[in-house]
């Protein structure tokens, strides 16, 4: 059970309360957060914004994780092979249904409160979950045009492995460039978009297997891309289950490697504003 400090005045002679274990800073005009427990609830640096909705709206940022973790978790145990699993089309609602519209609604949310980062993390789950899913539905034919004889699916046609394959290769590079971001924010954040994008390169590389006919290697590679990505989702939940205890003002003091204080410090700039706000 966390305990308040004694009122004090600041500098401006705002009289306000303190409450460093959640990082909550209480003023007679609203309730502001320390910029580390910011960037560990929304996963972004806290900078000023015009208007208030982070106070009005709440906190997207676990819905978006919800609909990516449970779509990573099916995918890469179906990759793995448990229980003898094969094949996406009995799932498919998660390419559709679960991922994307999670992530989408969370990604308004964070452009409607400002959280750049967050919003470009949950846009592009989103399109990659809606667009790896077409390749999973077997109504659409897509591997019809390599079709032969021998193949009649063109499911293993060299030509069509190797498109999927070099689709993977761009969004293994489009992951890369994100974890590069994500070193300013926290290891845990980092770790799941170092592993998602050699899990995409991975995957990859089964396709680039199966194009040449090695079937065996192939489902070698599948599997560890899998594995990569299950240790992603594990990461995506654990994240998950601090966000949601830090909102429902569950006192945790679970790890997540903040990286932030190896980049210049913004508090500075921050209360300066925020000052500003109060008097207006």
Known sequence: MSTQSE?????????????E????????????????LFEKLYLTPKVPHVGDNNRRFANPTALGFVGFVISTFTFSIVCMGWGGASGFSPVVGIFF??????????MVFEWIMGNFFPMMVMGLFAVFWLSFG???????????????????????????????????????FALFTFFIFTCKINAVFATIFLLVSLGAWVLSGAYFRASAG?????????KAGGALLFIVALLGWYMCFI?????????????????????????????????R???D
């Open 134 to 172: 077409m390749l999973q539905l077997p109504t659409l034919q897509l591997a019809a045009p390599y079709a032969t004889d021998a193949d009649p699916t063109g499911l293993a046609s060299r030509e069509y492995n190797a498109v999927i394959a070099l689709y993977l290769i761009v969004w293994g």
């Open 7 to 19: 009122p004090a005045t600041s500098s401006n002679g705002v009289r306000v309360v303190g409450d």
């Open 97 to 106: 249904f679960v991922g994307p519209v999670l992530l989408l609604f969370a």
């Open 243 to 275: 966000i949601m205890a830090g909102e429902m003002r569950i006192t945790l003091s679970l790890p997540v490697g903040d990286l932030s204080h190896l980049w210049p410090k913004t508090d500075v700039e921050l209360a300066a504003v925020e000052q």
């Open 214 to 222: 090695d079937f065996d290697g192939a489902g070698k590679l599948q």
């Open 21 to 36: 274990e959640k990082g909550l800073h209480r003023t007679q005009t609203g309730v502001t957060m320390s910029p580390e």
């Open 277 to 279: 706000e109060h008097r």
